[in-house]
């Protein structure tokens, strides 16, 4: 009897640790898809969705998934806030302790795959432009990068639209061609409503043509000079790593609070230096720790 008790108890013991295993598999979270608080960790735009797991052993594609926020009627009328309208942004609109981190795309690509990696690996997100040229070059880093962070329009080909006096339908041309190069290499990711002047280089003749395409021109409250590079570009000194780290951190809560900062994803064209890729993660510790959370622009659509 003695035996055929102590049998009873482990099969007992066997059957109660399959069905806790069984429970442990019904009930664990899947870790596909899985981002941060919104807003401050993803920067996935808004209707994004998770994409399914590749099959064991192949590595999964960078397909993009997120449709962004579009202010285009399907007549094919513009519905951008009235509020936004005729300006140039130069903040998200807030004094929070909010920023947001941008970078352009229209000419080398030297120094995005490490900005990519910071980004990932200290938790935070960023906003990126690209021409139409630069879509049409890179789509295989467009995607990638649309796939995760909201992704603007910033023209065909890097002209100067008011310096160059473009007409309406030039402009019209430079943003719709730019539109569908972006979306081509996306992965069918429309980069409305974010534009970006290529040098800043507008008036308010542009940016009402520029607001008929139902984009919203989005300048930046900080330039970090990264593009110039360690020789310098005209009547810009020369820069480093050190000068664009603090022209971030070291900037006055005027220009952080709400602010906008402009960064490249390539070289600098006069030495090949990637000055803000190096700057990148000291320079989101330094925000860090003085309390700033990090936004895309979608942070600027929200009503207040």
């Known amino acids: 009897m003695a035996g ?33 608080p919104a807003g401050t960790q993803s920067g996935a735009p808004t209707g994004s969705s998770a994409t399914a797991p590749s099959p064991a052993g192949s590595p999964a594609a960078p397909v993009a998934t997120a449709t962004q926020r579009s202010y285009r009627a399907a ?88 310096s ?34 290529p040098e800043g280089d507008r008036n308010a003749a542009t940016t009402v043509q520029v607001n008929k395409a139902c984009y919203l021109p989005i300048r930046w409250s900080i330039d970090t000079k990264g593009w110039v590079g360690t020789v310098g570009s005209g009547n810009i000194p020369a820069q480093s790593v050190a000068k664009v780290i603090s022209s971030v951190v070291d900037a006055p809560a005027s220009k952080k609070n709400g602010g906008i900062v402009l960064m490249h994803v390539g070289e600098a064209s006069g030495d090949g230096s990637t000055l803000d890729a190096d700057a990148l993660p000291a320079m989101i510790d330094g925000l860090k720790a003085q309390g700033y959370t990090f936004v895309t622009l979608e942070e600027m659509l929200v009503e207040r």
């Open 75 to 162: 007549d094919g009328s513009c519905t951008l806030p009235e509020r936004l309208l005729n300006k140039d942004h130069e903040s998200l609109g807030t004094t929070e302790k909010k920023i947001a981190l941008t970078f352009d795309g229209g000419a080398g690509v030297n120094g995005a795959d490490r900005i990519l990696q910071t980004l990932e690996e200290k938790g935070a997100t960023a906003s990126f432009f690209f021409t139409g040229q630069f879509a049409e070059k890179n789509p295989d880093l467009v995607r990638r990068i649309a796939a995760k962070y909201p992704v603007g329009n910033h023209s065909w080909n890097h002209p100067g639209f008011a």
């Open 164 to 197: 160059k006096k473009l007409s309406d339908a030039e402009i019209a041309s430079q943003l719709s061609r730019a539109e569908a190069a972006i979306e081509q290499a996306s992965g069918g990711v429309n980069p409305q409503p974010f534009f970006r002047y």
């Open 4 to 36: 055929m008790a102590s049998s009873l108890r482990s099969l007992a013991l066997v059957a109660a640790a399959a069905l806790a295993l069984s429970g442990c598999a019904a009930t664990a979270p899947s870790t596909s898809g899985s981002s941060g």
